[in-house]
């Protein structure tokens, strides 16, 4: 018998740009990405835009045809896809099609570009569509929400939902550049301005103590509309997301373990029970006060730190309870209780079930049990504070 092994080491570099303006004329970083690409002719460039989004921002094409006859080496198709904002984008595979579609007509080769700007949801679609498209269009992401600029704008997947369930089909993809453009966040109504700040809270219990400290101090005038603040959150959060990227040894989640996922597998649940009612972010605060509950009521962290983990979200202005958190929870197995949620995150990468816990602020540690009980006196509990505010 005879067989060949071969190794093919593959690695990617990608940069993420925070600016500001970048569409105005003298904004050259989106221009010079496209040069740095191209032989000398222009590329074509597609975009797809964020229907939520464009809403406030009604000139943007306007910008976009502008800086594209400014910087010629952008070949602009002018027929932008519009998908509507939110979980609608990632809800209709028709609008991954629409995408095909233009890419079919316009003639775009894996030498173009398809820029997407939008929340996390429509950049998902998008980078579906251009992953599929050609086996791989590149992809520039300009992120406008919170959440998309600190974390899911960053990273390497993209995703529709299917079959009822969240990101059933998509691809690990790393995108051409991330593109952060901190003016997009000026119109986001006050939900989606906040929402973002708990998968900050999330990296900083899982990594970085003193980046927690420092969303303790801020979390107040965070939700009051503190730019700088806000700022200095995403860049550190992104950060750590890319560090985490590069250096975790399974970038694309080939194993049993998603770290970075801590308190997603009661979010992504909540998610679906509440008809995505609550907002990805809104439901993540909730997993993490959740999984937090948990940690301590089993001993791994001490009182004092659970508090504190809660209170920052409280003065952040999240709410940590929805009667969705216990729905169903005597009767785990069925597909709808909220304990359902267990099976189907680790059934999303396979092999054995590995929960994210807490042994401390800065400090996570998987585990591969739980403890049902324990998790419905957590869920008891946070009614309870609900009713009663820490
Ligand atoms: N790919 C990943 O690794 C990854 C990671 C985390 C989350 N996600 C996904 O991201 C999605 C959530 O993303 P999100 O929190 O960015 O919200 P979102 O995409 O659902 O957008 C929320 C709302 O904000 C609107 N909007 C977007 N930008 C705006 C702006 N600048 N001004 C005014 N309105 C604007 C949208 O139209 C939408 O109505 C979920 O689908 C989640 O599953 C993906
Ligand atoms: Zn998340």
């Not at 919170?146 to 899911?152: G, R, Y």
Request: contains cysteine; negative net charge; charged residues 25%.
């Amino acid at each position: 018998m005879k067989h060949i092994e071969q190794n093919v080491p593959v690695s990617f570099t990608y940069y993420v740009h925070f600016t500001e303006g970048l569409f105005d004329r003298d904004n050259t970083i989106f221009a010079d990405l496209i040069r740095d690409a191209s032989s000398g002719k222009p590329l074509k460039v597609l975009f797809v835009l964020d229907e939520g989004m464009f809403s406030h921002h009604n000139r943007l094409m306007e910008s976009i045809r502008a800086y594209a006859d400014e910087h010629p080496v952008i070949e602009l198709i002018d027929e932008p896809v519009i998908m509507p904002g939110g979980e609608a984008a990632k809800n209709d595979e028709y609008l991954v099609q629409q995408v095909h579609e233009v890419v079919n007509r316009a003639n775009l080769d894996r030498h173009a570009f398809i820029t997407a700007i939008g929340g996390g949801a429509v950049l998902d679609a998008a980078g579906y569509a251009a992953a599929t498209a050609h086996r791989g269009i590149r992809l520039i992401r300009v992120p406008t929400t919170v959440l998309s600029q600190n974390d899911s704008g960053v990273g390497v997947k993209n995703g529709i939902n299917a079959f009822g369930k969240k990101n059933f089909l998509g691809t690990f993809a790393p995108p051409y550049a991330v593109l952060n453009d901190y003016n997009f966040l000026e119109t986001l109504d006050h939900r989606d301005w906040r929402a973002g700040i708990s998968e900050a809270v999330k990296v900083a219990l899982l990594k970085d103590k003193s980046f927690f400290e420092f969303l303790e101090q801020k979390a107040l005038s965070l939700d009051k509309g503190d730019r700088e603040a806000m700022h200095h959150l995403i860049y550190r959060c992104a950060e750590l997301h890319l560090e985490h990227i590069a250096t975790s040894g399974d970038p694309f989640e080939m194993g049993s373990s998603r770290p970075l996922d801590f308190g997603h597998w009661s979010a992504h649940k909540l998610e679906q029970l509440t008809d995505y009612e609550l907002r990805h972010g809104e439901a993540v605060a909730i997993g993490i006060a959740l999984d937090a509950t948990y940690s301590y009521l089993k001993g791994m962290i001490n009182k004092e730190s659970w508090q504190r983990i809660l209170q920052v979200f409280k003065n952040a202005g999240f709410t940590l309870f929805v009667p969705e958190l216990e729905y169903k929870k005597d009767e785990p197995t069925v597909p709808d209780s909220i304990f359902y949620g267990l099976e189907e995150f680790r059934e999303h990468l396979g092999g054995e079930l590995t929960i994210m816990l807490l042994e401390g602020i800065g400090q996570g540690i998987e585990v591969h049990k739980v403890d049902i009980d324990t998790y419905r006196e957590a869920m008891s509990m946070m009614r309870k504070m609900d009713e009663q505010p820490v």
